[in-house]
């Protein structure tokens, strides 16, 4: 029973185009989502995460949208560059700190 | 700031045999979680240590792995005796352990170390 999915293995953009990573989770009782970044043989990095009562959180280049109703988040890059390519794993939190994670989508920027 | 430590990085070993792995966290972190990695997945949870208190194993398989962190710091995660199917990136992760209210700014954030690829022959 897969409670968070990223159904895109993989997405390639060009270098200064929007990324757009998608996630969807089943578990209405989920408090937190995250985004973790990761590059070959390093663990993965956190980078943004967005609280169950909010719909948008950016920093920088990155931006998470969540739809609730959707059971659906999604996190924007702009503008995409090289360094960004990586898998991105999307998290869901609950109430004891527990992550649930995805299956991981890899992202390729080109120059 | 030391990040998370990880030994060893690399480890084969046959069917049947044992093997253990090692973490330190970062200095200050209460709150320790060892994750299983399987190719093309993500990261699966493990087990919980909240200082050297157990606070979730349900997804460790118990009949074989075992883990301990004797005195609130390092801990080791062990498998005896190991099957094909455990080969896997195997990552320690840490947190300070605050409690944190839904819906405030903030999260108990962890973070990960470089994890250890076993590879079971």
């Known amino acids: 029973d897969q409670q968070v999915k990223q159904n895109s293995p993989s997405l390639s953009v060009q270098e200064g185009r929007i990324s757009i990573l998608n996630c969807d989770y089943t578990?209405?009782?989920?408090?937190?989502f995250l985004w973790y970044k990761k590059y070959p043989a390093e663990g993965p990095t956190f980078l943004i995460s967005?609280?169950?009562?909010?719909d948008k959180n950016e920093d920088g280049r990155f931006t998470v949208f969540l739809n609730k109703s959707a059971k659906h988040l999604s996190l924007h890059i702009v503008p995409s560059q090289p360094g960004d390519s990586a898998v991105y794993f999307c998290?869901?939190?609950?109430?004891?700190?527990?992550?649930?994670f995805g299956g991981g989508t890899r992202l390729m920027v080109k120059p | 700031e030391a990040g998370v430590a990880q030994s060893p990085r690399y480890k084969i070993i046959e069917k049947r045999q044992s093997v253990a792995f090692w973490c330190n966290p970062i200095?200050?972190?209460?709150?320790l979680y060892w994750y299983q990695q399987i190719l093309g997945q993500g990261p699966k949870l493990l087990i919980q240590?909240?200082?050297?208190?157990?606070?979730?194993d349900s997804q460790l398989p118990k009949d074989r792995f075992s883990a301990e962190r004797l005195k609130g710091v390092d801990s080791t995660l062990k498998i005896q005796p190991a099957k094909l199917e455990d080969s896997a990136v195997y990552l320690c992760?840490?947190?300070?352990?605050?409690?944190?209210?839904?819906?405030?700014?903030?999260?108990?954030?962890?973070?990960f170390g470089p994890g250890t690829r076993l590879t079971v022959l």
């Open positions: 200095s200050g972190h209460a709150t």
């Open positions: 992760a840490s947190s300070l352990g605050r409690l944190t209210t839904p819906g405030t700014s903030g999260t108990d954030t962890q973070y």
């Open positions: 998290a869901a939190r609950n109430a004891g700190n527990m992550l649930t």
């Open positions: 240590f909240q200082n050297n208190g157990v606070v979730d």
């Open positions: 967005i609280s169950s009562i909010k």
């Open positions: 578990n209405s009782m989920f408090d937190y």
